[in-house]
């Protein structure tokens, strides 16, 4: 628990200091990894999604537009507020929330047609990384989609190599990878419960 607490206190000095500490919202590498993973979606919308580690809102704002319903959640306080005054400019609408959570201790209920792990769970536990993955197995609707997308050169505070979150987060038995790209800089990987094809008839998940 100590390390959890250290490393929020650590982001919100980050964000405290710079509301857009990684330049999401400004630098090119960011807005195009962020129209990658978008175009990686299969589907044309979703019925409800959950953004996990959602920082500064960048990609909620995206995400608003092919959701019927989104949850977002971050657990630094700092980042939650930044992004709530982000979509409240940018995309406002009742059907985003955001939240601050802990993940994965305080996972919401129900099930989800898109779930989104994006450029944080290198920072976490082998075990928190192993109940992740399994949360999201276990909140995942059948016809949904589960993404994730993550640096891959190494830094100072990283637990786990990004090949590695990937293998733990998509690897079960019977998931289909509908999408594998690999860069130098990062991977983004889409798995899916079910066979998805854009090109044969999938254009939105029916709504759960």
Known sequence: MQAVNDRLHHFEQLYQQDEDPWKVHTRWYEQ?????????LPHRRYARAFETGCGTGALTA?????????MASDACESAVRIAQAH??????????????????????????????????????????????????????????????????????????????IHARLGGHPGWTRLVHHEEDDFLLDVWSPAGVSVARGAESVPAT
């Open 87 to 164: 979509l409240a400019r940018h995309a406002p609408a009742r059907h985003v929330r955001v939240v601050r959570q802990t993940l994965p201790m305080q996972w919401p209920a129900g099930h989800f047609d898109l779930i989104v792990v994006s450029e944080w769970a290198y920072y976490i536990s082998l075990a928190d990384l192993q109940a992740l993955a399994q949360a999201c197995r276990g909140s995942l609707a059948p016809q949904g989609c589960l993404v994730a997308c993550h640096w891959r050169p190494d830094f100072a505070d990283r637990r786990h190599a990004t090949h590695d």
């Open 62 to 70: 995206a995400l608003a537009e092919r959701c019927d319903e989104l």
């Open 32 to 40: 195009r990894k962020q129209a990658l993973l978008l175009a990686a």
